[in-house]
Nanobody, 116 residues
């Protein structure tokens, strides 16, 4: 069974940057689109960004121009570069297989807190 391990979260001031990483345990990585989701306290989990096998990307309107998703198929890893962070970006961030609906199990996520 595929395992997803997110890392890179932390506490950052508004306007700051973070880079999240998601390591995928199996070599299926290169065969699937990947996506980042987030869940803020009291809210439903939402899709933030997705990247196809070939590298095409799409983003939620709330993060367009600030976040960049990328992937390294050789390392079975997907990244989320987050710039110009806002307090409303505070959430637990998860990665998953698939471009619009999660196809794999959820990992433990990584907490991102944007606060001064």
């Amino acid at each position: 069974q595929v395992q997803l391990v997110e890392s890179g979260g932390g506490l950052v001031q508004p306007g700051g940057s973070l880079r999240l990483s998601c390591a995928v345990s199996r070599s299926i990585f290169s065969s699937y689109a990947m996506a980042w989701y987030r869940q803020a306290p009291g809210k439903q989990r939402e899709l933030v960004a997705a990247i196809s096998r070939g590298g095409s990307t799409n983003y939620a309107d709330s993060v367009k121009g600030r976040f960049t998703i990328s992937r390294d198929n050789a390392k079975n890893t997907v990244y989320l570069q987050m710039n110009s962070l806002k307090s409303e970006d505070t959430a637990v961030y998860y990665c998953n297989v698939g471009s619009s609906s999660p196809l794999g199990p959820w990992g433990q996520g990584t907490q991102v807190t944007v606060s001064s």
